[in-house]
Nanobody, 119 residues
Framework: QVQLVESGGGLVQAGGSLRLSCVAS????????IGWYRQAPGNERELVAL???????NYGDTVNGRFTISRDSAKNTVYLQMSSLKAEDTAVYYC?????????????WGQGTQVTVSS
């Protein structure tokens, strides 16, 4: 059973930095893509950043240039380095991974980690 476990969330002042980690376990295959979404109260879940197994990255418009996604395949871990944080970055950050297999797409989600940016 695939599990995604996030860590690194917390409280940070505006302008500060934080690094999130997501460790995957239970997968004996490489995900097609892995990364992060976030959801603030009253808002829909939105894309933060994704990275493919070919190291192609994709960022949400609101974080592009401030956040950097990376992965360590040997550790089955994906990271999100967040810099120049703003109050509007406050949200629950969810790790996401996806795998296309035998004509079906399988999405996986972590439980989420809270990031709070104080202004």
């Amino acid at each position: 059973q695939v599990q995604l476990v996030e860590s690194g969330g917390g409280l940070v002042q505006a302008g500060g930095s934080l690094r999130l980690s997501c460790v995957a376990s239970g997968n004996n295959f490489a995900f097609d893509k892995i990364g992060w979404y976030r959801q603030a109260p009253g808002n829909e879940r939105e894309l933060v950043a994704l990275i493919t197994n070919g190291d192609i990255t994709n960022y949400g418009d609101t974080v592009n240039g401030r956040f950097t996604i990376s992965r360590d395949s040997a550790k089955n871990t994906v990271y999100l380095q967040m810099s120049s944080l703003k109050a509007e970055d406050t949200a629950v950050y969810y790790c996401y991974a996806g795998k296309f297999f035998s004509g079906r797409y399988f999405p996986y989600w972590g439980q989420g980690t809270q990031v709070t940016v104080s202004s």
